[in-house]
C-alpha cells in the first residue's frame, strides 16, 4: 500500500501519461463538478446527477494531489478496512490474494461493490476494478434497489444496507456529499 503522499504523486504522473480510460477518469475532475462518467451513466439509467458521484465520495474518497478529495478506483475493503493501492493491477493482485487467502467479502472499486452480493455481475477480476464498469455496476444495483422500494434515497440506504439504522446513516453520508456539489 501507499501513502497518500505517493498517491497524490502518481496520480499527478497517470493524469500527465496514461492513455486509454484511466487516463480520461482522472483528467475530468475538478472541484464542485461531477465527472462526465457519472453522468453519462446517471443519463443512461435515469439516476439523479450527481448521485452516483456522491456515492463514490462516500464509499472510495481519497486526498489526492493539492488536497483535492476525490473517489479513488483502486481501493478495496475487507473487514471495514480499506486498502488503496496505486494501480489497476496491483488491485487486481491483491484482490487474488485475498481470495486464496479464503477472504470473500470484499468490496471493490470505487463505487465498493461487494463480491458476495454482486460478484456475478462482473467479467472479472479486471472487470471489478475498471472504474467505468464498476460505475455502471453500481448503477444498476442502485435501479434495481429503487424499483422495489421507489425512492431514491431508499435505494442509495438499500445500495449500502437493508438494516434501517445503518441505511439511514448511510443517506445522510451521501446527501452530505450532494450538498457539496450544489
Known amino acids: 500500500m501507499l501513502s497518500i503522499k505517493k498517491i497524490s504523486i502518481l496520480l499527478f504522473l497517470s493524469s500527465c501519461f496514461f492513455v486509454g480510460p484511466v487516463a480520461a477518469y482522472a483528467n475530468d475532475m475538478s472541484l464542485n463538478t461531477i ?10 439509467y435515469r439516476i439523479p446527477p450527481g448521485l452516483l458521484y456522491s456515492i463514490a465520495m462516500v464509499e472510495s474518497q481519497t486526498t489526492i494531489a493539492d488536497g483535492k478529495v476525490r473517489p479513488w478506483p483502486w481501493t478495496l475493503n475487507t473487514s471495514g478496512k480499506p486498502h488503496r493501492f496505486s494501480s489497476h493491477a ?27 452480493y454482486h460478484g456475478h455481475r462482473f467479467d472479472s477480476y479486471s472487470d471489478h476494478v475498471n472504474p467505468y464498469t464498476n460505475i455502471d455496476v453500481a448503477a444498476t444495483i442502485l435501479v434495481a434497489e ?26 445522510r453520508k451521501v446527501r452530505r456529499e450532494m450538498e457539496k456539489l450544489q
Open 90 to 116: 496491483e488491485t487486481v493482485a491483491a484482490i487474488k490474494d485475498l481470495k486464496e487467502k479464503g477472504v470473500r467479502n470484499i468490496d471493490v472499486g470505487i463505487m465498493q461493490v461487494n463480491m458476495i
Open 146 to 171: 429503487k424499483k422495489e422500494c421507489d425512492d431514491w434515497w431508499c435505494a442509495v440506504g438499500r445500495y449500502h444496507s437493508r438494516k434501517q439504522l445503518n441505511a439511514d446513516r448511510y443517506i
Open 35 to 44: 465527472p462526465t462518467v457519472y453522468k453519462k451513466v446517471s443519463k443512461k
